[in-house]
């Protein structure tokens, strides 16, 4: 701020004369100022901020310039205050630039007598001082006039800045990072990791700071039909997780979740489910179909349809050719998205093979290969390689896919999974700007055997609906990573199912028959809906199913004749008559698939019985569990379908069917739920 805008602030004030008690001490006050102006300093000290002529303390008329009007004084008090915590705000803002390694400080020992300051620091000092005192003299100076309103605000707003730069907190040291294997499960995101300890990071600029504008497709909940004029529905599958975690976090910050945020889903496909195995990997699934009351709408049926993937013997696992894409923008300065990067992707150094190769691509305001192919027997230089990022600058997400795909093509492995692992919060703005040539980039290097999975970290500008684009059309999954706990499950429990397909291209058809359901809803799966037509086309792309991936789908139907519908009938169309012979099938349903080395699909059939057999009380347990997971998200995107449903119904449906819950997952989201039912109440 200048001399001229601090005149402006006062030019509509009219000269209040101060009283002579208030004179007398704004006399004192400035004869202190005077004499510690021209007290002999020791060396080091700086001039004033505002140069005065020092050879004659009385100006041409003989006067003392100490004799200055309130209001001079209070802007050059206030002027030198602004030019201090411009001079300091400015060494502070000097940040680190990306991908070079911090400078390690020495650590003074206990009882080690402190070093003497550096001239610069002193100088820094002492104008703090200097500023103090003006500060004051003006401060006399006020309490004898009654001060616009807006000369007070400025003034404010100067001794809170230096306030804060006062007690600004001393940069602590941050511990070595462990190897992989050691880290544990309850481990928090801390600050990036190094061989030696660095500086703890440095808060991220005002322009990074998360500003609550996650980003989510708006989707409509899937709609009722009828079975007499649309009676076969077509989805791909959907093995996708990034809701559930991303609704989690959302809750344990006391918050309810945006609507677009709950994919009803991936909140189902979160859980494994104790479906039965396949016999082998030339049938890699094997599906479950099972049909109870619905606890929300009496009358009405659940159709559940649970698929469990082959699970590959960690001997059978084929190689991998995998390359890193991390985000290292500015918007990835946060404990939650970079070090969490870091860490997650050493838990998954740990699962891989020595044959396997790791590559690291990093993208900014501009791509850069951090890493060549490496063994991953390498881990140390691997792990060194991660240890050296940190975050600064715009995002180059199009030019850093560009690169990583580059570098997986000049290291491509035949019969191997080559795959590219993007790490970002999907804030993209520079690079390949176009949504669809990006998508199209990905579809192409898809057709050529490389594949694409996306991470996702952080809230406040996270891009969920490009990162779900971009995982569909790579033929790989999505996630969201909120914890450590997260990245272990999803990169080291589940590391057969993240990277190792088994299916690809899988899809669902289910024709209902006229003669036993009236209507039927499919529960999610709105992002994955496909034409009827789509489902023997092998031209159109689906969803892949990962080893020991299971997969579930639910419709609610409603039984022909029953009264729970939600449609009238016709009043101009005729209703057609009804198929014979096959009143005791609810449907029909088909499972499309290919093998990850073939072209041409496979099918797999079996009609769904009216009267099945009774369910085991294994299978009861699981059916019941993602039903109260299915109610519970219906309840998170408004409730719609779900009647007079509770938080309270779907708390008690999971917690008396959580079964043997190895990992504390399902007691997870019970407390999920009930933090949602208090934040309901609030609302």
Known sequence: ????????????????????????????????????????????????????????????????????????????????????????????????????????????????????????????DQQAQLAKRQAENAAAEREAVAGPAKGQAMADSVSQEMSSVASAPTPTIAQPRPSAPQVSRKMVAAAPPSSAPVLAEVSPPAQYQEVGHDRFEAVDSSPVKSVATEPVSTFSVDVDTASYSFVRRQLNQGVLPQKDAVRLE??????????????????????????????????????????????????????????????????????????????????????????????????????????????????????????????????AGGEGIQLAYQLARSSFKKDAVNRVILATDGDFNVGITSNAELQGFIERQRDEGI??????????????????????????????????????????????????PIAKDVKLQLEFNPQTVSEYRLLGYETRALKQEDFNNDKVDAGDIGAGHRVTAIYEITPAGAASGLLEPSRYQPQQPAAVGHASEYGFLKIRYKLPEESSSRLITTPIPVDGAELSARMARETAFATAVAGFAELLKGGQYSGNWSYQDAIKLANSNKGEDLYGYRSEFVQLMRKAEVAAAMK
Do not use: C
């Open 1 to 124: 701020m200048t001399d001229d805008d601090l005149k402006s602030l006062f030019e509509g004030v009219d000269r209040i004369e101060p009283g002579e008690e208030a004179r007398a001490r704004a006399r004192q006050a400035a004869l202190a100022a005077f004499a510690g102006k021209n007290a002999q300093v020791p060396q080091g000290n700086v001039t004033p901020l505002r140069p005065t002529p020092s050879s004659n303390p009385l100006d041409g008329n003989g006067r003392s310039r100490m004799n200055m009007s309130k209001r001079q004084w209070l802007m050059g008090g206030a002027a030198s205050a602004a030019v201090v915590v411009l001079a300091v705000s400015v060494v502070m803002k000097i940040g680190n630039p990306p991908f070079e390694p911090r400078s390690v400080l020495p650590v003074a020992s206990e009882g080690t007598a402190p070093k003497p300051a550096p001239p610069e620091e002193a100088r820094r």
């Open 266 to 395: 991936e909140m189902l496909n979160y859980f494994d489910y104790d479906y039965p195995l396949p016999d082998s990997r030339e049938t890699p699934f094997k599906a479950t179909v099972t049909v109870t009351d619905s606890p929300w709408k009496p009358g009405n049926k659940l159709l559940h349809i649970g698929i469990r993937g082959y699970e590959l013997p960690r001997a059978q696992h084929p190689a991998s050719n995998l390359v890193f894409l991390l985000d290292v923008s500015g918007s990835m300065n946060s404990p939650d998205k970079l070090p969490l990067v870091k860490q997650s992707m050493g838990l998954l150094l740990s699962q891989l093979q020595p044959s396997d190769t790791v590559s690291i691509v990093v993208y900014a305001g501009a791509a850069g290969t951090v890493l060549e192919p490496t063994p991953a027997n390498e881990k140390q230089k691997i792990l060194a390689a991660l240890d050296r990022l940190s975050a600064g600058g715009s995002t």
């Open 451 to 500: 594949y694409l999975s996306v991470l996702g970290f952080g809230q406040g500008n996270y891009h969920d609906q490009l990162m779900q684009a971009l995982a569909q059309n790579g033929n790989g999954v999505a996630a969201y990573i909120d914890t450590l706990g997260e990245a272990q499950k999803l990169l080291v429990d589940e590391a057969s199912s993240t990277l190792f």
